[in-house]
């Protein structure tokens, strides 16, 4: 079985930074993309960042320049440097991977239970 663990939410005045760490454990040949999602009150989840196997790195438009995805693959983590943070931002934070169990299967979708960060004004 895969889990995934975040680690690192909490409470931070706006204008503060965080770091989110997800670890990733289980049966796993690769995981070929994490990402993290939030989700506020009220909201929908969105796609916060994406790192693929090989670093390449996507945000949405509301955290560009501010959030900075990383992973490193020999310990099955990625993280989520969160800078310049704002009222916003909180939310639950989700990470997300996309893995494989061996390298005869297809990727299977895995979620984090999920992480809250809030930003006091």
């Known amino acids: 079985q895969v889990q995934l663990v975040e680690s690192g939410g909490g409470l931070v005045q706006a204008g503060g930074s965080l770091r989110l760490s997800c670890v990733a454990s289980?049966?796993?040949?690769?995981?070929?993309?994490m990402a993290w999602y939030r989700q506020a009150p009220g909201k929908q989840r969105e796609v916060v960042a994406i790192v693929t196997e090989g670093g390449s790195a996507n945000y949405a438009d509301s955290v560009k320049g501010r959030f900075t995805i990383s992973r490193d693959n020999a310990k099955n983590t990625a993280y989520l440097q969160m800078n310049s943070l704002k009222f916003e931002d909180t939310a639950v934070y989700y990470c997300?991977?996309?893995?494989?169990?061996?390298?005869?299967?297809?990727?299977?979708?895995?979620w984090g239970q999920g992480t809250q960060v809030t930003v006091s004004s």
């Open positions: 997300y991977a996309l893995i494989r169990a061996t390298m005869r299967v297809s990727g299977v979708d895995y």
């Open positions: 289980g049966s796993i040949f690769s995981i070929n993309v």
